[in-house]
Nanobody, 129 residues
Framework: QVQLEESGGGLVQTGGSLRLSCEAS????????MGWFRQAPGKERAFVAA????????DYADSVKGRFTISRDNAKNTVYLQMNILKPEDTAVYYC??????????????????????WGQGTQVTVSS
């Protein structure tokens, strides 16, 4: 069982930056691939970024490539999402999620939310125009 807690959300102006953090409980954090997703009002939850359990492989949604960076510190049981050049369309609740990779290779990470086993409660990010 893994518990996830996001932090770092808030209100920021267009062009600003925020760094989200997601701290996981438990001793097996390094066995999980991690992802960030977001959900805007009236829309479905959407993939933002994912990182393999070692941190060596990442994926990004096209809408955030070049602006967002996902990283992890396995010693701190924490995954981060650095968000730069924020736009009003980035406004959403941001969720981190953990995927128990099992016997999959070290580069594995998923973009489909259905692949993830555990979810945090979310943190609100609001970008004002």
């Amino acid at each position: 069982q893994v518990q996830l807690e996001e932090s770092g959300g808030g209100l920021v102006q267009t062009g600003g930056s925020l760094r989200l953090s997601c701290e996981a409980s438990g001793r097996t954090f390094s066995s999980y691939a991690m992802g960030w997703f977001r959900q805007a009002p009236g829309k479905e939850r959407a993939f933002v970024a994912a990182i393999s359990r070692s941190g060596g492989s990442t994926d990004y949604a096209d809408s955030v490539k070049g602006r967002f960076t996902i990283s992890r510190d396995n010693a701190k049981n924490t995954v981060y999402l650095q968000m730069n050049i924020l736009k009003p369309e980035d406004t959403a609740v941001y969720y981190c999620a953990a995927d128990n990779t099992g016997f999959r290779g070290p580069a594995y990470r998923a973009t489909n939310p259905a692949a993830y086993d555990y979810w945090g409660q979310g943190t609100q990010v609001t970008v004002s125009s």
